[in-house]
């Protein structure tokens, strides 16, 4: 099993219950559970249109025996399953999940790079995962 740790973001519909319904599709995931659930906290959009709604994001600690990828692909489905749409870049969406950390990796890739990149730069993701960690 693989400690992993999650961004959880969304800005449209019910936010709240997107990152409810979020954690429990990846609570159900086969070889999967989460451990530990940080607090909702809101922010600013980060780039992306200007004018699109403020986010609600929060963290998860979760145990897994899914490999990185086999676990992006799933969050990938959950995203669709949720309603995500591939619009701009930064733009709005009903749920954003990513992974942050898993377990002690480093990987540099097109599709996956762990650290996630930019999750230093923003407190939206790093003061939900101090609660987690």
């Known amino acids: 099993m693989a400690v992993c740790y ?5 800005n449209l519909g019910n936010r709240r219950e997107n990152i409810k319904l979020a954690v429990k ?3 159900a995931l086969r070889n999967t559970r989460v451990l530990k659930e940080s ?3 809101e922010s600013s ?4 249109p200007a004018g699109q709604p403020r986010f609600l994001n929060a963290a998860l600690k979760i145990d897994t025996k899914l490999s990185a990828l086999a676990l992006l692909k799933k969050l990938k489905e959950i995203e669709i399953l949720m309603g995500r749409k591939k619009t701009v ?4 969406r009903v749920i954003d999940l ?8 480093v990987r540099r890739g097109k599709i996956l790079t762990i650290p996630h990149p930019r ?3 923003r407190d939206f993701v790093i003061k939900p ?4 960690l």
């Open 89 to 92: 870049r930064f733009g709005p």
């Open 45 to 48: 959009p980060a780039g992306g």
């Open 129 to 132: 995962l101090l609660e987690v």
């Open 98 to 105: 990513d992974i942050l950390l898993y377990s002690d990796k």
């Open 119 to 121: 999750m230093f730069s």
């Open 39 to 41: 607090g909702i906290m």
């Open 25 to 27: 599709k990846i609570n």
């Open 6 to 10: 999650l961004g959880l973001g969304t």
